[in-house]
């Protein structure tokens, strides 16, 4: 590490990988993996390798607004501080909410969830996690007695069979993959199964595939369950000294899965690859079952936990190296949410609203004047008491839930219609911020101080190393000086990140004595040096362990982020990661956290997803991610590379389905359900299962029209969890037909006469890609005015041949490229945007050969056109790749060998392996 650089985690997902920026001789930041970090050991996915490209300051919110217009901070906190007494004193306090995030750090979380539980007296605040990770929340619970997940990373290269369910981590979770796939070829005996009803980027590396059909994961591992008993794959010490409940858990089983042959038809699966799966469960003692949003996503997301949790503890496999079940969370800091009781069913540290000695335990720690007494509403709940007018003032904070809410309509709607909306974040213009009555601005990643914890339970640093622009705060004071502002102040004396860390450790360790799972006792009383350096760490971390701590830098005169090198933990070691410090894995005791320290096995009768497909929604719609973009696209959105892969939201449906919708290729689409509708172009591929149709969930108003895909999803929610069923709806697709389609380099907005467009960053500025249902009357694209006309010194070429339909014109100062258009009347405009976007790039006024390519719409025979972008870490394209496989390279290495295009994340190695199949 260099003397300069600031070790922080990655904002993007739950594996929570380390960082380290660093200052170019330029002025500019260097993102790069931080080699010491236990989570990654210096490696990056395309999305954390490209967060230099996301700093600049455009679009930022930098400061307070009250109903559109600029006021002082102390303006807009006594509005708030005054508008919430109001509305609790005229209603009480179930009249207010809070919606707040897993962007958020967990001492931002931990102070929002006491203002609203220990001051408001009311239970009304629920985060965006809800809708990633709160089924296997529910699930843990319900098994465990407790909110833990037994693993850590280690354990996957430490496991012999690796079952992967609703997870593409390849695309979702890249790192902890790559960790996966090295393991494998250290060890091949290793054995990955995929079981997810999309063959997607992690279902081309396994050994085995089981594309189910969606929503009966239940079946399929009730039916393991079953074929464990019969088979005497069972532990029965563990099971009788460690468990209870198997008895009613196995004949559940037995009753809905009966046999292979009933288990298969039900899961759509062919009964020789079920049959396969089981032998590799039953005869593999180390198992690692990790699982995602394709569980959890789900009306019966809780039950799909505890059917593959029962798995694990009918076998006793939990709790040692290399088993046992394993959520990976979506965001970066959906566990720190969980340990602050973030979620409107917990109180903090993992202590539970419905248990009085816990209400009566943190209001004496908190000293409040109240204490929630029952759980809030969960978030799609929350936004319905919206919309009834029950909840009054809303304060949504670091989050987009008119996006990424279901029936995102409604919520809209019901945001619209509500007295007080009151937004903290760092984006200007988002779906919801412009419905804000107040908008906030808070800082963003790189700016603040605090901590976040990923999927194996640790606890890292996000560390500040940009100044923080504007009036910007940080999330925890912004809700201290509302405290503050209704009287609260001296609970919410907070000077730093530190002092509010030190209260949130010193709270998990208050009466605890080994009783409840979160225990940070060990840091309760960390100072702000050692906080300030303080190096990752998976809990529980009760006192007791504190001596076995390595040195903490409170000895050090080094500033923040500057560890010494006699205090960096060990190097990486092959298979078996860096050395953990905390807890690496829960119940190696075997002890639980149920009354009486056993772990619970629960019976699940399998049931179909909420809302079956019928004649008039024929098709099952299933939402998720792409491969670069992260939730709103807020932040990836600002980035080039990021926007190449996947430029506009697709729909990705079955040839025999597209067929039967009347669809082709790249033609855009309208999808609809009895909620709302959305438009994508339409991908058509064998990777999706009849019946199921693919659309991301990433793209909004900021970015496409009636692209929000949460508009069109079913709001049905899991009983246990309140989690949504994100990836069920009953839907129809029909073909969008319209009269033209454009694609404008150089230019922000669309065309007025667009039905349908999207915004890309692209190389070179900003591009539309826009269609409308009408030919302008004026005729496009110079006439309708979708170029700006030529300034002086500016000179306009032009090419339209009425016939054929085919328009296109390029605006040129001093001989470079300013603007294009190309645009099509009917027809099928494929531009080469990567070639445009290269030229738009260009620093060189266009030679006569560009010029002509650009009128013919051609690259110039030696032009460069890498196709689109396959490798983002390496800017790769299809075409450099197609070529390299003519000039004889045969396998995905051999490209890494000479391109280095899949030889980073690893997220592109299926789609390059398909192009090398193809050419081959
Ligand atoms: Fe960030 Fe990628 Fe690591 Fe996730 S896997 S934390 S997105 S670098």
Redesign the pocket.
Known sequence: MSATAVAT??P??????G?LAERRPDGGWRVRGDPDHP??AGR??S???ALAETLDLEDRLLHPELRGRRVSWNVALDHVAAEFKRIIQAHGPQAVAFYVSGQLLTEDYYVANKLMKGYLGAANIDTNSRLCMSSSVAGHQRAFGADAVPCSYADLELADLLVLVGSNAAWC????WQRMLESRRARPEVKIVVIDPRRTATAAEADLFLPLRSGTDTMLFNGLLHHLNRESALNWSFLEHRTEGYAAAFAAARDSAPSIPAVAAACGLDAEDVARFYRMFTRTERVVTCYSQGVNQSSSGTDKVNSIINCHLATGRIGRPGMGPFSLTGQ?NAMGGREVGGLANQLAAHMHLDNPDHRDCVQRFWKSPVIAQTAGLKAVDMFRAVGRGEIKAVWIMATNPVVSLPDADAVRAALAGCELVVVSDCVRHTDTTALAHVLLPAQAWGEKEGTVTNSERRISRQRAFLAPPGETRPDWWIVSEVARRMGFGDAFRYQSAADIFREHAALSAYENHNRRDFDLGGLAGIDDDSYDALRPVQWPLPAAMRERLPLPLRERAGGRGKPSPADSPPSPRKGVGVESRGTARMFADGRFFHPGGRARLVPIQPRPPACAPDEEYPLALNTGRVRDH?HTMTRTGKSARLSAHAPEPCIDIHPADAERSGLVRDQLACIESRWGSAVGRVRISDAQRPGEVFMPMHWNDQYAARARVDAVVNPAVDPHSGQPELKHTPVRIAPLRPAWEAVLFGVADPPAESAHWVRVRGNGGGRVHAAGLQWPRAGPPVAAGWLPPPAPGEELIEYADVAAGRYRAALLRGGRLRACVFAMRGGDLRPHIEWLDGLMGHQQPLSVADRMALLSGQPPRNGVDAGPLVCACFGVGRNTILKAARDGCRSVDDIGRALNAGSN?GSCRAEIRELLNAAS
């Open positions: 985690t990655c993007y997902c739950g594996v929570g990988c960082v989570a990654n990056l996915c999305k954390g390798a979770h890249p790192v902890l970066p992260w994340c």
